[in-house]
T-cell receptor, first 113, second 113 residues
Framework: QQQVKQSPQSLIVQKGGISIINCAYE??????FPWYQQFPGKGPALLIA?????SEKKEGRFTISFNKSAKQFSLHIMDSQPGDSATYFC????????????FGKGTRLSVIA | DAGVIQSPRHEVTEMGQEVTLRCKPI?????LFWYRQTMMRGLELLIY????????DSGMPEDRFSAKMPNASFSTLKIQPSEPRDSAVYFC???????????FGPGTRLLVL
């Protein structure tokens, strides 16, 4: 059973453009919705996260949009830069901490100049 | 401040050999997670510990895999005997009590010939 479906699998965006990555989930018990960023040869690192009591959260160029009824959340990267080129994972969680992340398959983002 | 430390960073071994991966979580963190990353299966949880106690090992592929956490500052993941299909990057992550953010180590890249 695939609890988390992430799309697209890969994405190429021009420098300065908007990158959009989507995540659909099935488990309504998820209560924390993070996006992790992974550079080659490194472990994933938390980029931004949202709780289900808000529909949007913005941190700099990065925004999460959350649609509870549709069971979807998305990552928007404004003014995409070559340094944003990485693999992005949605990884929702059940429970108030100390529980495993459920990773999507990942989206490989390439930002070209 | 040191992050999660994993050793070795790279391991090449022959089929049938025993492999031991090591992890030192961030000091003060009470949860430790072992994940495996492959191109085919993405990031998947193998096992996690809370307060040094294994909570869920349902992701451990088979009896060839075992994990221990003898104290709060050290964990091992052992594969005996190793097989070529075990080739992957193995990540250790830790988190603070009741906090959802997980901090990943740099990973151990394992190649079983």
């Amino acid at each position: 059973q695939q609890q988390v479906k992430q799309s697209p699998q890969s994405l190429i965006v021009q420098k300065g453009g908007i990158s959009i990555i989507n995540c659909a989930y099935e488990n309504t018990a998820f209560d924390y919705f993070p996006w992790y960023q992974q550079f080659p040869g490194k472990g994933p690192a938390l980029l931004i996260a949202i709780r289900p009591d808000v529909s949007e959260k913005k941190e700099g160029r990065f925004t999460i949009s959350f649609n509870k009824s549709a069971k979807q959340f998305s990552l928007h990267i404004m003014d995409s830069q070559p340094g944003d080129s990485a693999t992005y994972f949605c990884a929702p969680v059940v429970g108030g901490g100390n529980t495993p992340l459920v990773f999507g398959k990942g989206t490989r983002l390439s930002v070209i100049a | 401040d040191a992050g999660v430390i994993q050793s070795p960073r790279h391991e090449v071994t022959e089929m049938g050999q025993e492999v031991t991966l090591r992890c030192k979580p961030i000091s003060g963190h009470n949860s430790l997670f072992w994940y495996r990353q492959t191109m085919m299966r993405g990031l998947e949880l193998l096992i996690y510990f809370n307060n040094n106690v294994p909570i869920d090992d349902s992701g451990m592929p088979e009896d060839r895999f075992s994990a221990k956490m003898p104290n709060a500052s050290f964990s091992t993941l052992k594969i005996q005997p190793s097989e070529p299909r075990d080739s992957a990057v193995y990540f250790c992550a830790s988190s603070l009590r009741r906090k959802e953010t997980q901090y990943f180590g740099p990973g151990t890249r394992l190649l079983v010939l």
